[in-house]
């Protein structure tokens, strides 16, 4: 039980374009969703925290212009990264919380050519 | 179906003990494994393992990986009050590097 999976594994796209990632908690309803960035070095960067039906808080230094976040139901929150550019390259993952306990998904590769 | 599983869920320990966190993995096109420290905003990185039996330290902390078994421990010698948190256990799989994450194991060090 308790799976978060996350759409699609891996993307590779043009500068200017956007790209949009969903992450389900598959099994479970998740009261928040949590969305980070994977820095070299392997560190996790949180990039904001999503309650369903409400608008996400974004942590100091991430755009929330830039990087949507739509947490529709309690099963699923996408975050669409705008205008994306080669710097935006990166691994996303997401994580979706339930009572106590945290789940993350397996993460997504998005290459901005 | 890939998984990772941790073992213990959770740990209460007093501080001067040694506590040994386990996680064992199937991942397909595994690549490496991984450890964190959740505590608040985001899971710190401890430890990337790409090969067997090769002991990583930092500080108090060391951890090391069986491939052949499938399985990664982490140790902590002497704990102190701050190492309380949710440790996660990562495996790394394909070339896209997804990560298939454990529950977690919570360690509770009382003072």
């Known amino acids: 039980g308790a799976v978060v999976s996350q759409h699609p594994s891996w993307v590779i796209c043009k500068s200017g374009t956007s790209v949009k990632i969903e992450c389900r908690s598959l099994?479970?309803?998740?009261?928040?969703m949590f969305w980070y960035r994977q820095f070299p070095k392997q560190s996790l960067m949180l990039m904001a925290t999503?309650?369903?039906?409400?608008?996400?808080?974004?942590e100091q230094g991430v755009e929330k212009d830039k990087f949507l976040i739509n947490h529709a139901s309690l099963t699923l929150s996408t975050l669409t990264v705008t205008s994306a550019h080669p710097e935006d390259s990166s691994f996303y993952i997401c994580?979706?919380?339930?009572?106590?306990?945290?789940?993350f998904g397996p993460g997504t590769r998005l290459t901005v050519l | 179906e890939d998984k990772v599983v941790q073992s213990p869920l959770s740990l209460v320990v007093h501080e001067g003990d040694t506590v040994t966190l386990n996680c064992s993995y199937e991942?397909?096109?595994?690549?490496?494994l991984l450890w964190y420290k959740q505590e608040k905003k985001a899971p710190t990185f401890l430890f990337m393992l790409?090969?067997?039996?090769i002991e990583k330290k930092s500080g108090r902390l060391s951890s090391i990986l069986d491939k052949k078994e499938l399985f990664s421990i982490l140790n902590i010698t002497a704990t102190q009050t701050g190492d309380s948190a949710i440790y996660l256990c990562?495996?790394?799989?394909?070339?896209?590097?997804?990560?298939?994450f454990g529950k977690g194991t919570k360690l509770s060090v009382k003072p």
């Open positions: 994580s979706a919380r339930t009572g106590n306990e945290q789940f």
């Open positions: 991942v397909t096109n595994f690549r490496s």
């Open positions: 999503s309650n369903e039906g409400s608008k996400a808080t974004y």
């Open positions: 099994d479970f309803q998740a009261t928040t």
């Open positions: 790409t090969s067997s039996g």
């Open positions: 990562a495996g790394r799989r394909g070339s896209q590097g997804n990560l298939i």
